[in-house]
């Protein structure tokens, strides 16, 4: 199963409501929880105004990429355009190479 979680900018894909929500970058409303074995989530499209309030599931979700201006490192709050003395790059979607130590002791 697809690893999502609230908050995360979602499409579907690979279910017959895929083309008719083409386009549609949904915002996770709630963590996943289960329905009868399913993985559902809620989740509101910002464009349309469409809200999956009953649910739906995560199989047919995928994951959006945060554009670089909305990239922050969890660990000092560097961004794309706000970079880290020295430089840095993005080794994961909220970690920046400059804290990559720092992560590995808080974790």
């Known amino acids: ?8 900018r979602v499409i579907i894909s690979g279910s017959a409501e ?6 549609c970058i949904f915002e ?3 963590e996943p929880y289960i329905v009868s074995g399913s ?5 509101k499209c910002h464009e349309n105004g469409k809200y999956f309030g009953g649910g739906y599931s995560t199989e047919f979700l995928l994951k959006v990429p945060k ?3 909305e990239q ?3 660990i ?3 961004t794309w355009y706000n970079a880290c003395p020295g430089g840095c790059y993005w080794v994961e979607e909220d970690l920046c190479s400059a804290c ?3 992560a590995k002791e808080i974790e």
């Open 1 to 8: 199963m697809p690893n999502i979680k609230k908050g995360d």
């Open 28 to 30: 996770v409303l709630t």
């Open 72 to 74: 922050k490192c969890r």
């Open 100 to 102: 990559v130590d720092v």
């Open 67 to 69: 554009r670089y201006d």
């Open 18 to 23: 895929e083309i008719k929500y083409r386009g």
């Open 76 to 78: 000092c709050g560097c």
């Open 39 to 43: 993985e559902l989530v809620k989740m």
